[in-house]
């Protein structure tokens, strides 16, 4: 059996996080990975509830990263206003867009 080697790409954050917990069981990543394949295709189904509730997890993840990224730029950049939360820009907004002061 020729072995081939694959790639892909993910956010930093979520591969240290994920390198952290698979140690917890002795494992590496590229071997965590080797076993969800080999699972998937012993079962001929992917081994793991997809769920809407884990799409939208996935999604939320994904979109946070974004929007971290978008946060970190502004900051470096310093244009603009950064809000610590949802609440703070709603107020923001509520109050004419800061254009009272």
């Known amino acids: 059996m020729a072995v081939v080697q694959i790639a892909t790409k993910i956010d930093e954050d979520i591969r240290d996080k994920a390198a952290n917990i698979f140690s917890n069981y002795g494992l590496d990543i590229s071997t965590a990975v080797k076993i969800f394949i080999s699972a998937t295709v012993k079962e001929q189904r992917f081994p793991i509830d997809?769920?809407?509730?884990?799409?939208?997890?996935?999604?939320?993840?994904?979109?946070?990263?974004?929007?971290?990224?978008?946060?970190?730029?502004?900051?470096?950049?310093?244009?603009?206003?950064?809000?610590?939360?949802?609440?703070?820009?709603?107020?923001?907004?509520?109050?004419?867009?800061?254009?009272?002061?």
Not at 51 to 60: C, H, I, L
Not at 67 to 78: G, V, Y
């Open 50 to 101: 997809i769920s809407k509730k884990f799409a939208s997890e996935t999604e939320y993840i994904t979109q946070n990263s974004e929007w971290t990224k978008k946060i970190e730029r502004a900051k470096k950049q310093k244009t603009g206003k950064i809000y610590n939360s949802q609440a703070e820009f709603r107020a923001e907004i509520e109050k004419g867009c800061g254009q009272g002061e």
